[in-house]
């Protein structure tokens, strides 16, 4: 079974790339959903969501399809990244990211303030990380079909 892992910053469109995916037949995970990620506390109490790690690796030692992709941005992924055979980027200005966020309906992540600040923090800290292990980095600003074609023929390849 070929892995592909879709990551990026909220709004980059991940979870509308999954959709397609799947449209098209392809067996799609977002990490964002189904008790996939729990949510913990540090020392200075600050909060973030983390990979549930025993449900990631009993999806990614699934043979059930040729092909999966898996969608999600956690600091616990990169325990996962020997198992994908692809890692796609997903990136868009800072701009496009605080719009979409903010006037996407179909999620309340991005609505607060503290929640768009976040969002320009990981742009500058972790989007610099995703990329130096992204096999493929793509502009999320494209329209969403040419998108998954490149990403498409990107693991195809």
Known sequence: MKRVLLTGMSGTGKSSVLRRLAEFGYRTVDT???DLTVEVRSAS??????WRED?????LSATDADLIFISGTCRNQVKFYTWFDHIVLLSAP???LLERLTT???NAYGKAPEDLAETLRLVETVEPLLRTVATLELDATAPLDATVEAILQHVAG
Request: proline content about 0%; glycine content about 4%; aromatic content about 4%.
């Open 45 to 50: 109490g600050a909060s973030e969501r983390l």
């Open 32 to 34: 964002d959903y189904d």
């Open 55 to 59: 449900r990631i690796r009993e999806i």
């Open 104 to 106: 996407r309906s179909n």
């Open 94 to 96: 800072a701009s496009v």
